[in-house]
């Protein structure tokens, strides 16, 4: 089972940059995909980047490509997301999960705020 530790969230100003971490202790070859996810209150969750864990690929939606970019330090057992061009309706928890998936996270809140 891999345990997922989200951090690196805050507020910050519209325009501005955050970059967060997700330590995922227990990551192997099992897990085919490790990604990033993100819910607001009464919205569901929505899926944001994920990596394959064979290869380099990353995939992006729509409402964060070219603005988000997830990197990973297989070392590590960590994946990033660093996020510019933030946008109050980035607003959210944010999360690290797998597939297949794992127990969720406590995730990180941003908020992007004025």
């Known amino acids: 089972q891999v345990m997922l530790v989200e951090s690196g969230g805050g507020l910050v100003q519209p325009g501005g940059s955050l970059r967060l971490s997700c330590a995922a202790s227990?990551?192997?070859?099992?897990?085919?995909?490790i990604g990033w996810f993100r819910q607001a209150p009464g919205k569901e969750r929505e899926g944001l980047a994920c990596s394959s864990t064979s290869n380099s690929r990353i995939y992006y939606a729509d409402s964060v490509k070219g603005r988000f970019f997830m990197s990973r330090d297989d070392a590590k057992n960590t994946v990033y997301l660093q996020m510019s061009g933030l946008k109050p309706e980035d607003t959210a928890r944010y999360y690290c999960?797998?597939?297949?998936?794992?127990?969720w996270g406590q995730g990180t809140q941003v908020t992007v705020s004025s």
């Open positions: 227990g990551l192997n070859s099992e897990y085919h995909y």
């Open positions: 999960n797998t597939d297949p998936v794992s127990s």
